[in-house]
């Protein structure tokens, strides 16, 4: 390959920004905090598809209590699920910081009501511990513990999140 | 190899094409075996897919279609008579093409070890020679392949002059077949610049040079021209017709195109939704009437469209039919029974998701009507009737639906014979028993666990069957009914919207929960008292004209809780899903809406009752109601529930005290005139200082029976208060009396449209505001 034709790839690659870095920093891994109850959880940046402030949603009957029903995103209908009832936080009242964090799930959309978002995180995957073993649903739901300065922050399985949990 | 790949995935759709025609062609032939056209026609298929399949190396296939072939060539030509014990050993054949086919279409080969077709082409070889001579078939299909390369030297090799009309016409279907195959060598060799007169670039175009052919051969010898000949000329010229208007496209870009569509009505909706609030907001102003040509043009547009598209997702039912004669034929072979059966309406379109679905319970009930329906030769020559049985299927368009009939003239059913078999299974009590309707008692034959045959046939009668069978139409949203009568036959009926995706739906408000009706499923809708419900053994039940219905509040249902008041009036939807109804109390009745289906997605899929979503004009997502599942839900409710009338009664309200009033106003001043002009009548009083303090105050305590409101206000003025709050149905009655300053015309207008039930103007007399009020509490 002539020079040339590298100055052009490299170019290139520093334009992606983002991607470039994720290529060459592998153990880096990008996550978005968010508070829950007293505890702050993240999940994978590229899991998320979008961040939207509460709109109305339509309740569902016959569905666990956390789901607090369905909303319609552009023209699709999500479900909505309420993380406090999730991880047995007591309620609370939405406030101007509750956000719906729009996450896919494998082929599907769903939106997670949490309290308040924190900031993007990059943690190095090596400091990443894994997650204590209690048997609890909420440990379940839990890949692994990160740190970030003196916070520890929870990052979530984001597979197990719309599993029921029986 | 792309190429390959591609001619094989043609030859495979034409072939089962072919292959489906080819079942009935075959029973019709057994009927009538003299039929020239439909042994040419049947011929040509065995041909066809012989050449095709000796082309793309498909060793097997090709030796099961030449051993065919030779068959269906020698009743051609009258050497061989097709008797129902080689119809039978035909019809095994082509069963195996077809497994063939599909063993090549899921696994690229016709080499399996699950599919042995020896036995077979040993007994077509028998046929063949046991009838005749060996003839010269086997060497023709060799020249057959050696000469694909040179057709235009053949053409002119064969002396046409001298051949019979059978020969030409083998000669000809020979000569079509190297065409074919030429062509479709041409293809895969892609060296295209030789298109003189084979330009052809797909399959679909060769039936039209078949035509061509067909043309030039009769020319030439004209004086021989027979009859026979012209009928098939027929057959050609019609197939190219259809053919060159027709195009073949992915089902998903159709699915895709539909789900645009259902956007744009979604969106359509929502236009229409805010035209009429705009509408309302500035009436008589011109740009108005642009708006509403728009509107509606956007609308008579855009459902337009949608039929179109629906239109181009139709296939006809004759798809499905099709394949019934040979069953049938099977059928009363295997049974010994005679049946004769009519098609008709098979024109009739479905969109092609229906198509696919309803192939299945179809087959399961043509099975039954032969298997229970028609008797045996000798019992309905007993009977007086014709040996022959008639089943009769038909398809048509009854308004937004399609209805399938399966008549047959058989043992009918006995409604009382049914309900005591029911009745044996433990399937319904003594007392429902009693209650039950004829039509009741024949959709017993659909409850699980329930089969009438005295004898387990390998046919019908495993006790399951007939209830998949309503499943499945109910999947479909479709409804089946039957009628019998003793010994002269029954009918089914199974009733099927034409589309799936979009569908009519009422609306209606479960306290504040909005659902939609399939508008389908809905029989009608009647406004009642609570006098008019009565209890029956505990349950409530409706009177409606000469039946007893029995009552079930949809709140109940799904479990939602009452904060509604309870109203004089009650709405009560009538639910059909086949015989069974149910009358559905609701709190109110939104309108009718076309809507379109969504799914809710795979997390919350399968919750009883809900069939789906669908978004509405305001953007608000609102549930579909399965009602099928729903009146099962109902039924249950029902049982479980003693008394299901709506709210038990609020405490009853007769004095001053009994009355919460709710003051409104930023103003300290106001509001103590406001409390001490009404104060003293002894009502309760609740105070806010703002639109948006009050709202919250009415959402969290349902108790306020009035509001005394002012439009001046912070954060939240009280015109906007008062659209909110009539936004609740359970504040749709809440008296709402504006106490303002404000005192022009257009200001008191304003007031009323945004739903205030008086307007009073500051200054005003103490004993002015307490009547008004007191007059909108209906107090005395």
Do not use: C
Request: glycine share 6%; net charge negative.
């Amino acid at each position: 390959m002539s020079n040339q034709l590298e100055n052009v790839v490299k170019q290139q690659k520093e334009q992606q920004g983002f991607t470039n870095q994720e290529k060459v920093e592998k153990d880096i891994v990008q996550l978005v905090g968010f508070i829950v109850g007293d505890e702050e959880f993240a999940v994978p940046i590229l899991s998320i598809q979008e961040i939207i402030k509460p709109i109305e949603w339509t309740r569902v009957p016959f569905t666990e209590d956390y789901v607090l029903g369905v909303f319609n995103l552009r023209g699709n209908v999500l479900p909505l699920i309420d993380l406090r009832k999730k991880f047995h936080v007591p309620d609370a009242e939405f406030d101007d910081n509750t956000r719906f964090i729009v996450i896919k799930i494998g082929n599907e959309l769903a939106g997670f009501v949490i309290d308040r978002l924190t900031e993007a995180l990059r943690i190095e995957e090596s400091s990443i511990l894994p997650a204590p073993d209690t048997g609890m649903d909420k440990d379940m739901m839990i890949e692994g513990i990160g740190r970030k300065d003196d916070r520890i922050i929870s990052i979530l399985r984001i597979k197990t999140l719309l599993k029921t949990e029986d | 190899m792309d190429e390959m790949q591609e001619i094989m995935e043609d030859f495979l759709i034409e072939a089962f094409e072919m292959i489906e025609q080819l079942d009935q062609d075959l029973v019709e032939l057994e009927s009538n075996p003299d039929d020239l056209d439909l042994l040419n026609k049947i011929f040509r298929v065995a041909h066809t897919i012989k050449g095709s399949g000796s082309f793309l190396n498909l060793d097997v296939l090709t030796k099961l279609t030449h051993h065919m072939e030779d068959i269906l060539n020698k009743a051609r030509k009258s050497e061989l008579k097709i008797t129902p014990d080689i119809m039978d050993v035909i019809l095994e054949s082509v069963d195996m093409m077809k497994a063939l086919l599909e063993n090549i279409r899921d696994n690229g080969t016709d080499v399996t070890d699950d599919i042995n077709i020896d036995p077979v082409v040993a007994k077509l070889d028998a046929i063949s020679k046991g009838e005749a001579v060996a003839t010269e078939n086997e060497d023709k299909a060799e020249e057959e392949e050696v000469e694909v390369s040179d057709e235009e030297d053949d053409i002119s090799e064969v002396d046409l002059e001298n051949m019979s009309p059978e020969e030409v016409e083998a000669e000809i279907e020979r000569l079509l077949k190297q065409r074919a195959e030429e062509d479709k060598k041409l293809r895969e060799e892609m060296k295209k610049e030789n298109s003189s007169e084979n330009k052809s670039e797909s399959p679909k175009e060769e039936p039209k040079k078949e035509k061509k052919e067909e043309k030039q051969v009769p020319k030439k010898q004209e004086p021989k021209s027979t009859p026979k000949k012209e009928a098939q000329k027929n057959v050609p010229a019609k197939k190219t017709s259809n053919v060159e208007q027709t195009i073949r496209v992915d089902v998903n870009r159709l699915d895709n195109l539909m789900n645009l569509i259902g956007e744009l009505v979604l969106s359509k909706n929502r236009l229409i939704k805010i035209y009429n609030d705009v509408e309302e907001r500035y009436e008589g102003e011109h740009f108005l009437d642009e708006l509403n040509q728009v509107v509606s043009s956007i609308s008579i547009v855009t459902t337009d469209l949608q039929i179109a598209v629906m239109k181009t997702r139709m296939l006809q039912i004759g798809k499905v039919f099709n394949k019934f004669p040979r069953v049938i034929r099977d059928l009363s072979r295997e049974l010994g029974k005679k049946v004769n059966l009519i098609i008709k309406g098979e024109e009739t379109e479905l969109d092609k998701s229906i198509i696919e679905e309803i192939g299945d319970p179809l087959m399961h009930m043509i099975r039954n009507s032969v298997d229970h329906g028609i008797e045996s030769p000798e019992e309905r020559i007993a009977k007086g009737k014709p040996e022959v049985g008639t089943i009769e299927l038909k398809a048509y368009n009854e308004g937004n639906q399609i209805v399938i009939e399966i008549a047959d003239d058989g043992n009918g059913m006995d409604p009382e014979q049914l309900k005591q078999k029911a009745l044996e299974k433990g399937l319904i009590s003594e007392k429902e028993a009693d209650m039950m309707s004829d039509k009741e008692a024949f959709m017993l034959i659909f409850k699980a666990g329930f089969s009438t045959a005295a004898k387990i046939t390998n046919v019908s009668g495993r006790g399951v069957g007939m209830d998949v069978v309503k499943t499945n139409v109910e999947k479909l949203n479709g409804i089946i009914e039957v009628d019998s009568t003793p010994s002269k036959g029954s009918v089914f009926k199974i009733k099927i919207p034409l589309t799936l995706a979009i569908i009519q739906a009422l609306l209606v408000a479960a306290q504040e929960e909005l659902f939609a009706i399939p508008l389908a499923n809905v029989i009608e809708t009647v406004r009642i008292t609570t006098e008019d419900i009565s209890a029956v053994e505990g349950k409530s039940v409706l009177k409606l004209r000469d039946e007893v219905l029995p009552l079930v509040n949809m709140s109940d249902i799904f479990k939602i809780e009452k904060i509604l008041g309870m109203n004089q009036y009650l709405y009560v939807v009538v639910l059909g899903v086949g015989a069974s109804k149910v009358g559905l109390i609701v709190d109110g009745l939104i309108g009718q809406e076309e809507i379109v289906i969504k799914s809710l997605g795979e997390y919350l899929k399968g919750i009883e009752g809900i069939a789906g979503a669908t978004i509405r004009g305001d953007g608000k997502v609102t549930l579909i109601v399965d009602v099928a599942a729903l009146m099962k839900l109902a039924k249950e409710t029902h049982s479980n529930t003693i008394a299901t009338i709506a709210v038990e009664k609020k405490k009853k309200k007769e004095n001053p005290e009994d009355y919460v009033i709710l003051i409104v106003d930023d103003s300290n001043t106001d509001r103590k005139i406001m409390k001490n002009a009404i104060k003293p009548l002894g009502f309760q009083i609740k105070e806010a200082t703002n639109g948006e303090e009050a709202l919250n105050i009415l959402k969290n305590d349902s108790n306020i029976d009035a509001a005394l409101v002012d439009i001046e206000m912070p954060k939240m003025d009280g015109y906007t208060l008062a659209q909110e709050i009539r936004k609740y149905n359970r504040f749709k009655n809440l008296p709402l009396i504006a106490v303002t300053s404000r005192t022009t015309k257009s200001d008191r207008v304003r007031g009323v449209e945004v739903g205030m039930n008086e307007y009073i103007t500051k200054p005003y007399t103490p004993d002015y505001l307490a009547n008004v009020l007191k007059r909108n509490l209906k107090l005395s």
